[in-house]
């Protein structure tokens, strides 16, 4: 059963707008390994939309944008960028998720178990569950984005829940 789109306004006072912010830019260095919140970071950077709502976010649970890494919840901080991202499907405006798919690919080339995890299980399968809640195809709605390992991660979760 779908729930109303409405279910995708942010819960959250909207202090900082899309233009408010400067996203940063990445450099992916290869000799270190990408860690969660690194990949957080990364993901955050991608859009001004998307990083607009995620320092609301972060405001909203931590009353700042730079709270101590003991007090974060990185699977929530990763769930609540799904909100953004159904939204932007649902609304057709899907044309940074090329660059965000890219960088989660990247992510995933370049990462430590604990980021892998976060990724399949904080993220993919929070977006899925949230395409099944806003009739969005879960299985294939994101392929045009997904590349190859990105790909395996998404269906391994499909196939997880799917009793395979």
């Known amino acids: 059963m779908a729930i109303s789109d409405n279910e995708l306004k942010p819960y959250y006072d909207q202090v900082y707008k899309p233009d408010d912010v400067s996203l940063i830019e990445i450099d992916f260095d290869s000799t270190q390994q990408i860690d969660p919140y690194r990949c957080i970071e990364i993901l955050a950077n991608t859009e001004q939309g998307l990083k607009a709502d995620y320092l609301n976010y972060m405001i909203s ?92 991660q998404w269906d391994a979760v499909n196939n997880f829940w799917d009793g395979k």
């Open 61 to 152: 649970e931590h009353g700042t944008v730079h709270p101590k890494k003991e007090d974060r919840l990185t699977y929530m901080e990763v769930a609540n960028f799904c909100y953004y991202i159904v939204w932007s499907f649902k609304n057709q405006k899907t044309e940074w998720f090329d660059k965000l798919f890219h960088r989660i690919e990247e992510i995933l080339n370049n990462c430590d178990k604990e980021t892998k995890d976060l990724l399949t299980v904080g993220f993919f399968e929070d977006l899925q569950g949230r395409c099944m809640d806003h009739d969005i195809d879960h299985y294939h709605g994101f392929d045009r984005w997904l590349r190859r390992k990105s790909k395996i």
